[in-house]
């Protein structure tokens, strides 16, 4: 049983395009988050939701807007894609992150062209 | 500064060497503290937590230095299978689960 998955794993796109990135855990965690790995391999923190509520939410700029359905879920949806979003982004999970940090998933390829 | 520091590398081991590496970081209130592995084109995986008094996990050995403000990571007795990077992660204070992670430090492991 796969903890946290994401679809798709790879995506590539032409710029300008709206693309969207599920994610689902079955761990039954209350917080979910997503990361984005750049080429530099720095992980940073996009969003987070604890119990579909919105608790963080860095710069991003705002063509990127998450949602939580519920719990055990949480989308990526991206608008007007441009070259500088290619990257890899990851959804995780947290039941006491201090104790137990992140379960991360796979991981989404995201390419721009 | 950035918050979380490491050694980009890579650390070139022989099979079966130690090696270490450490990482540093600005929050002198940040609670917790682990090491992630990430293998290449893979996600981010939970390697061991460090606590305090320091802790040993097999091979593995991490240590924390609250004064100094940095932690440490030792592999024993290395395998080829633990070529990888490894992802230095803090807690800050308040900071509502948003953990900071360091860029890495890759490890190759040589025959």
């Known amino acids: 049983d796969t903890a946290v998955s994401q679809t798709p794993k790879y995506l590539v796109t032409q710029m300008g395009n709206d693309k969207s990135i599920k994610c689902e855990q079955n761990?039954?965690?209350?917080?979910m988050y997503w990361y984005k790995q750049d080429s530099k391999k720095f992980l940073k923190i996009m969003f987070s939701y604890n119990n579909k509520e919105l608790i963080i939410n860095e710069t991003v700029p705002n063509r990127f807007s998450p949602k939580s359905p519920d719990k055990a879920h949480l989308n990526l949806h991206i608008n007007s894609l441009e070259l500088g979003d290619s990257a890899v982004y990851f959804c995780?999970?947290?039941?006491?992150?201090?104790?137990?940090?992140?379960?991360f998933g796979s991981g989404t390829r995201l390419t721009v062209v | 500064r950035k918050e979380v520091e490491q050694d980009p590398g890579p650390f070139n081991v022989p099979e079966g060497a130690t090696v270490a590496f450490n990482c540093t970081y600005s929050n002198s209130a940040s609670q917790s503290f682990f090491w992630y592995r990430q293998d290449c084109r893979k996600e981010p995986k939970l390697l061991m937590s460090?606590?305090?008094s320091g802790n040993e996990d097999g091979r593995f050995t991490a240590q924390l230095n609250r004064a100094s403000q940095y932690i440490s990571l030792l592999i024993r007795d290395s395998k080829l299978s633990d070529s990888a990077t490894y992802l230095c992660?803090?807690?800050?204070?308040?900071?509502?689960?948003?953990?900071?992670f360091g860029a890495g430090t890759q490890v190759v492991v040589t025959p």
């Open positions: 460090v606590y305090s």
């Open positions: 761990l039954g965690h209350d917080t």
């Open positions: 992660v803090v807690n800050p204070a308040d900071s509502w689960g948003k953990l900071q």
């Open positions: 995780a999970s947290s039941q006491a992150v201090s104790t137990y940090g992140y379960t």
